[in-house]
């Protein structure tokens, strides 16, 4: 391995987990014709960019996420029935945009773009605060995703930025797992369950696994757990991914040969980590 630490093997890691200008630049492009195309078919009042770009958890597997801010109007006529509105707008933009599809579990209009897809996602601001977005089951949720950005960056600035990192590399794993977690629920993860970042990235990451294997039993009970965390997965494939990713870092954390820590970790994360740009095996990209 070309680091001396576990730990400069991580940085390295979390580094090519980033978003690049170049990556995200055809997404941001498209953006301006999606919002001028939905135009045309819906009263569109204003535009923003939210989720994980916006919250500064993205990652290339990510999607950048146009929310289209629509008047009150389209909650009362579509109250019952917000997917019904998805499709519709999703047909018009298939005929003037290419292929768009309803993904997301129902959430979103899914847009194809080089570099990172673009998820467009109908908004109606509250009066109060925040925004209602078809849930997928023909009904609305809230969000605030002013209030998230806030709240993100100020755990990341208490963590002297070790929040959002250790957020992309939890997300990492769960693509590498084949996502069994959704991966907004595994930010929330971090969020609310980890608060002393003063260790190593390997630690962090087996106190959060050890968090998980713990309480996840209690997460899958929770009534609203589905909505938030199922993924398509069943319950019994979380617990054995979480218990291999358990027994995975301790082995690794008590392992003292840092190439053989190193193999650990990248059964688990993927090939990328522990290798860098120069080494001649690293994938392309």
Not at 173 to 196: G, H, I, K, Q, T
């Amino acid at each position: 391995m070309p680091y001396g630490t576990i730990e400069e093997a991580f940085l390295n890691f979390i580094a090519g987990l980033e978003l690049t200008e170049q990556s995200v630049a055809p997404a941001l492009a498209k953006s301006q014709q999606l919002i001028e195309l939905a135009g045309r078919e819906l009263k569109v009042n204003s535009s923003f960019f939210g989720g994980p770009y916006r919250r500064g958890t993205g990652v290339p597997s990510d999607t950048l996420r146009l929310h289209l801010v629509l008047g009150s109007k389209y909650y009362y006529n579509y109250r019952e029935n917000s997917t019904k509105l998805l499709y519709f707008l999703k047909n018009r933009l298939s005929e003037f945009a290419g292929n768009a599809l309803v993904g997301g579990d129902g959430m979103v209009i899914r847009v194809k773009s080089p570099g990172i897809d673009l998820d467009l996602v109908l908004s109606i601001r509250l009066k109060s605060f925040g925004y209602l977005s078809p849930n997928g089951l023909g009904g609305w949720f809230k969000s605030n995703p002013d209030k998230e950005e806030a709240l993100f960056k100020a755990k990341d600035k208490a963590s002297s930025g070790r929040f959002l990192q250790l957020v992309k590399i939890i997300k990492a794993w769960n693509l590498s797992a084949d996502r069994p977690f959704d991966p907004y629920y595994l930010e929330l993860l971090v969020y609310y369950r980890v608060n002393d970042f003063n260790k190593t990235y390997a630690e962090l990451l087996h106190s959060l696994f050890a968090s998980m294997r713990m309480f996840l039993p209690e997460f899958l009970n929770c009534p609203a757990a589905d909505e938030v965390i199922s993924c398509g997965s069943p319950d019994g494939v979380r617990k054995l991914v979480v218990e291999k990713a358990f027994d995975t870092t301790s082995k690794a954390i008590n392992e003292c040969d840092v190439d053989k820590s190193a193999i650990l970790w990248r059964s688990l994360l993927g090939a990328e980590f522990g290798r860098c740009k120069n080494d001649p095996v690293y994938p392309a990209g």
